[in-house]
């Protein structure tokens, strides 16, 4: 229970480093209440949409990260002990308006950065070590060991043999 607790505080501090750090003009993340009843075009819908069906709580979601210059990248952040990967169809059907997103979700009870992406209609899960700091810059975004890689069909959920 300690640990936690601790946790949930490391988590809760470092994402408020997030939303506090040094400006960057339109580069700046600020976070999205994903409870918000009135959906905008880069906001994720949906009734309960922090909370999905599998138990998983997307405690913060950010329509930017810092340091992207593609404008597509989003970051949330979970503290489940579950990993985002294995319920990926169902966070790709809550969170992701547009098929052209890249979605990195850290989860810091499971100290993961895990990558979400949609290619020629597949999911492409990657699931990489956490780097100290990494949710802060987008040079730095997935830059860990890679732990574990998946392609699932996004309209089947089926794995996609390789």
Request: charged share 20%; net charge negative.
């Amino acid at each position: 229970m300690k640990r936690l607790i601790a946790l949930t505080i490391v988590l809760t501090m470092a994402l408020s480093l997030v939303a506090c750090g040094e400006t960057g003009g339109s580069q700046e993340s600020t976070p999205v209440p994903i409870q918000d009843p009135e959906p905008t075009e880069t906001q994720p819908t949906g009734p309960g949409a922090s909370t999905l069906l599998s138990g998983i709580e997307i405690s913060l979601f950010y329509k930017t990260v810092r340091n992207d210059v593609t404008g597509k990248w989003r970051l949330s952040a979970s503290s489940s002990s579950m990993p985002v990967s294995d319920c990926a169809v169902e966070y790709y059907k809550k969170m992701f308006v547009s098929d052209d997103e890249i979605h990195g979700v850290w989860n810091a009870t499971l100290g993961t950065m895990t990558c979400i992406k949609v290619m020629s209609g597949l999911l492409f899960v990657d699931t990489y070590e956490y780097v100290d700091g990494e949710e802060h810059d987008a040079n730095l975004m997935f830059s860990g060991m890679l732990l574990d890689s998946k392609i699932i069909d996004k309209e089947t959920g089926e794995p996609f043999e390789r």
